[in-house]
């Protein structure tokens, strides 16, 4: 992992030095990002980049040459402006220094010889990823027109809730581009991708807010990671197996999709893969909360065989069990108190199937420790009564705000949970490594 985020780090450090026209480039933060707080609701904030083009002859960087910063607070009325402060730049240009902020929503400002010449915003709060199935990743797109399932409205909502426009379902390229991030609140943008799979923004800018308002108005960034999917697709593909998938006659999960590869190896380890390099990159980067666990909607699927789902509730609870126990490895954070905290939401109602006590008990059974209960959504309230059924869900699967505002109600369950996730794991790394500001670019 250690590997991949030294080119991860980079790429940051270099894409950015697009020419002699610009003087400063600004490669860290990246715009609109969100670190994730600690305990003490803090974190630390790399500021990075390159005077790529001094004031001198030919670009040269002259003696006397200052590079400074100065950091103003967005997320407090009036916005507050903090002192300038002068950082060491090295042979070639390149500058890096941390700082730690508290809670909050920023604006990075990088002055060459006292002007700004670059700019970041950035916050410190709650990063989220989120794993499961289709009523997790959200609807729309390659199956049905983005446009034609309503979201939550969110005029009015900070800009500071925030998500990534990319679109990396089945593929194993996630450095590829690392984009920046955008606001979900935006009512113009909702049907933009919330990468790496997400169709689109979903319940997640209004869940956002939520977990915002519950913290005292703070940013939130979510990843999705979430695909169609059965448990034992998950439990084979956290082993970079082969993944049958039982909706296109048993071919490998994700194989020709949007006519890409027709060789099955170049699926192996879907739909994992997607959560995995979300880990590894994104998360190490700036952290994570929790990851929230939606599925369970295809296994309680009567039309799909048995040797596809899972067998009983310990069985489920076991393939379940396996994937966490594997993000947490590959994420480096799997023992106390460095360790990935898990929320796992009751669901199994589609409709190709009733609500399924197989499914719900291993659900339940994997809750323990840095595993919390999620929301039951199954149920529309608490877990029993009333189900939550085709009056909630527009295909009778999936939920749709039109449906007795059904992700709205989605949300108001998973709240309490996502904000009482046990763990805060800060990113790991805080600063560019030293050679990256050591090289002389020729």
């Known amino acids: 992992m250690k590997e991949k985020l030294l080119i991860l780090l980079s790429i940051l450090a270099l894409t950015t030095q697009i020419g002699q026209a610009q003087y400063l480039s600004l490669s860290y933060p990246k715009y609109n990002s969100v670190l994730q707080r600690d305990g003490n609701n803090q974190a630390v904030v790399t500021i990075a980049g390159q005077l790529v083009w001094g004031t001198g002859a030919n670009g040269e960087i002259v003696p006397g040459t200052t590079i ?31 700082t730690t902020l508290t809670k909050g929503w920023y604006l990075v400002e990088v002055m060459l010889n006292g002007a700004v010449y670059a700019s970041s915003k950035v916050g410190v709060g709650d990063v989220f990823v989120i794993a499961g199935q289709s009523n997790a990743q959200g609807i729309g797109g390659q199956f049905e027109p983005m446009g034609g399932w309503k979201l939550p409205a969110t005029a009015g909502f900070p800009e500071w809730i925030v998500g990534i426009n990319e679109d990396y379902n089945c593929t194993k390229n996630l450095l590829d581009n690392f984009g920046e991030m955008y606001p979900l609140t935006d009512v113009a943008i909702h049907y933009n991708r919330l990468g790496p799979t997400g169709n689109n923004v979903w319940c997640y800018a209004l869940l956002g807010k939520k977990i915002s308002d519950a ?46 590869s027709l060789n099955p190896a170049d699926y192996y380890g879907q739909p994992y893969t997607p959560l995995r390099f979300t880990l590894n990159c994104y998360a ?5 909360r929790a990851v929230l666990w939606h599925q369970g909607e295809a296994d309680s699927d009567s039309n799909v065989p048995a040797n596809y789902k899972a067998s009983s509730s310990a069985d489920y609870q076991t393939k379940l069990q396996f994937v966490i126990n594997k993000s947490r490895t590959d994420f480096g954070a799997a023992i106390s108190p460095n360790i990935l905290c898990w929320v796992v939401s009751k669901a199994s109602i589609s409709k190709y199937g009733p609500l399924n006590n197989t499914v719900r008990t291993g659900q339940g059974n994997v809750v323990g420790g840095a595993t919390t209960g999620g929301p039951d959504t199954d149920y529309i309230v608490g877990s029993g009564g009333a189900i939550a059924g085709i009056t909630y869900r527009r295909d009778s699967t999936h939920f749709e705000e039109n449906y007795n505002g059904a992700l709205t109600w989605l949300v108001n369950g998973t709240t309490p949970s996502a904000t009482t996730a046990t763990k805060f794991l800060p990113a790991l790394y805080h600063s560019l490594p030293t050679q990256l500001t050591e090289t002389n670019d020729t």
């Open 284 to 288: 190490s980067l700036y952290g994570v």
């Open 68 to 98: 400074s910063y100065k950091i103003k607070t967005l997320s407090v009325n009036p916005n507050v402006q903090g002192p300038t402060i002068n950082l060491t730049m090295a042979f070639n240009g390149m500058f890096y220094t941390t």
């Open 215 to 260: 913290n005292g108005g703070m940013p939130v960034a979510f990843f999705n990671t979430a695909s169609g999917s059965t448990v034992t697709q998950w439990y084979l593909g956290a082993q970079g197996l082969a993944a049958p998938n039982p909706y296109t006659g048993g071919t490998q999960f994700c194989l020709g999709y949007k006519q890409g």
